[in-house]
């Protein structure tokens, strides 16, 4: 009882650390004034460094025998083209959904950003719905409609107490705001449909998640190559592929290919209580920190009563009738 108990706990913390972390140095690698590094490139690295986690993974499963790592590699992916070509999609669209995250911590601060982002359990239950023909019992819903209120009131503008009205500057603070949210809204989106279609193949065979997640490892440096390439070939070929790295940068994509990992060692620890828990521990967290560390951060009515509506949505969600695994497919995908 004791050892469960302890691993509930340090299944907690990890939660908390990991989220927390990986939102935070983000947001302060955007903002710190140096040499800005290509997030594109960083999520190709990231990508690539996953796919080595999960050969690796693969490795042990198979009692650390190169030979049997060969053969499952040749066996699952390379005679299995159609099926490997299934993951094309939705490491196409995580490779999208990286990007926009990197977008929307240039512009949201940490706290804004994770309650925002939330959007994902809506995004994920409506996918879930309308591909595996899941069910939401009426109190998911109304928990649904809280949500999309709350992150609502959080992204509100807020007029000038002096002459109620949106200043130069307030506007166009706001209109950065804005597009860090567009940002979140469409990688919420992303994130959603593709955890879903993640969580169709999986059902679909006996292939292990770490295979699945070389498969889409495959693609998504593929994918990331070509986002390079695409946008930004040019600085890549006068200053190079890793400008403007730092120690922070390499923890950001290292936590980046081990957080599903991590989540997805612990979680079957961590009950829902747990995790509803972690989560509004990590949202506090993010807004101490933005507020007092990175003075990013200046709380509002709206923002308070928004990320209310945000934490309540998600503990009346994760206790209704469960229908989605957020925590496991999307999670799992490392």
């Given at each position: 009882?004791?050892?469960?108990?302890?691993?509930?706990?340090?299944?907690l913390?990890?939660l908390?650390?990991?989220?927390?972390?990986?939102?935070?140095?983000l947001?302060?690698?955007?903002?710190?004034?140096?040499?800005?590094y290509?997030?594109?490139?960083?999520?190709?690295?990231?990508?690539?460094?996953?796919?080595?986690?999960?050969?690796f993974?693969v490795w042990?499963?198979?009692?650390?025998s190169?030979?049997?790592?060969?053969?499952?590699?040749?066996?699952?992916?390379?005679?299995?083209?159609y099926d490997?070509?299934?993951?094309?999609?939705?490491?196409?669209?995580?490779a999208?959904?990286?990007?926009?995250?990197?977008?929307a911590?240039?512009?949201?601060?940490?706290?804004t950003?994770?309650?925002?982002?939330?959007?994902?359990?809506?995004?994920?239950?409506?996918?879930?719905?309308?591909?595996?023909r899941?069910?939401?019992?009426?109190?998911?819903?109304f928990s649904?409609?809280m949500l999309?209120?709350?992150?609502?009131?959080v992204i509100?503008?807020?007029?000038d107490?002096?002459n109620?009205?949106?200043?130069?500057?307030?506007?166009?603070a706001?209109?950065?705001?804005?597009?860090g949210?567009?940002?979140?809204?469409v990688?919420?989106?992303?994130s959603?449909?593709?955890?879903?279609?993640?969580?169709?193949?999986?059902k679909?065979g006996?292939?292990?998640?770490?295979?699945?997640?070389?498969?889409?490892?495959?693609?998504?440096?593929?994918?990331?190559?070509?986002?390079?390439?695409?946008?930004?070939?040019?600085?890549v070929?006068?200053?190079?592929?890793?400008?403007?790295y730092?120690?922070?940068?390499?923890?950001?994509?290292?936590l980046?290919a081990?957080?599903?990992?991590i989540i997805?060692?612990?979680?079957k620890y961590?009950?829902?209580?747990?995790?509803i828990?972690?989560?509004?521990?990590s949202?506090?967290?993010?807004?101490?920190?933005?507020?007092?560390?990175?003075?990013?951060?200046?709380p509002?009515?709206f923002?308070?009563?928004?990320?209310?509506?945000?934490?309540?949505?998600?503990?009346?969600?994760?206790?209704g009738k469960p229908?989605?695994?957020?925590?496991?497919?999307?999670?799992?995908r490392i």
């Amino acid at each position: 009882m004791t050892k469960i108990y302890n691993r509930r706990w340090i299944s907690l913390v990890v939660l908390v650390c990991q989220t927390t972390s990986l939102v935070l140095l983000l947001r302060y690698s955007r903002t710190v004034h140096s040499e800005k590094y290509l997030p594109s490139t960083a999520i190709m690295t990231a990508e690539f460094l996953k796919g080595i986690i999960c050969i690796f993974l693969v490795w042990l499963e198979n009692d650390r025998s190169i030979n049997r790592v060969i053969l499952l590699i040749n066996k699952e992916i390379y005679n299995k083209p159609y099926d490997t070509m299934k993951l094309a999609i939705p490491s196409g669209l995580y490779a999208i959904q990286n990007n926009l995250l990197f977008i929307a911590l240039s512009y949201l601060n940490a706290a804004t950003f994770q309650v925002t982002y939330q959007l994902k359990l809506l995004t994920t239950a409506l996918f879930s719905v309308f591909m595996l023909r899941k069910k939401i019992e009426k109190c998911q819903w109304f928990s649904l409609f809280m949500l999309a209120i709350g992150v609502a009131l959080v992204i509100w503008p807020i007029p000038d107490e002096s002459n109620k009205r949106l200043t130069a500057q307030n506007q166009a603070a706001w209109l950065q705001q804005m597009m860090g949210f567009c940002a979140v809204l469409v990688s919420a989106v992303t994130s959603g449909f593709a955890g879903v279609y993640f969580e169709q193949i999986l059902k679909t065979g006996p292939t292990s998640v770490w295979v699945r997640n070389i498969q889409l490892a495959i693609f998504g440096t593929i994918f990331g190559l070509l986002i390079v390439f695409y946008f930004d070939y040019k600085t890549v070929m006068d200053k190079g592929f890793f400008h403007g790295y730092t120690t922070i940068v390499w923890i950001v994509i290292f936590l980046q290919a081990t957080g599903g990992l991590i989540i997805g060692t612990v979680i079957k620890y961590a009950d829902r209580n747990i995790r509803i828990f972690a989560t509004f521990l990590s949202i506090l967290f993010l807004s101490v920190i933005s507020y007092f560390v990175l003075h990013d951060l200046t709380p509002t009515l709206f923002f308070y009563i928004g990320t209310m509506c945000v934490l309540t949505a998600t503990f009346l969600y994760a206790w209704g009738k469960p229908i989605v695994t957020l925590w496991t497919t999307n999670q799992l995908r490392i």
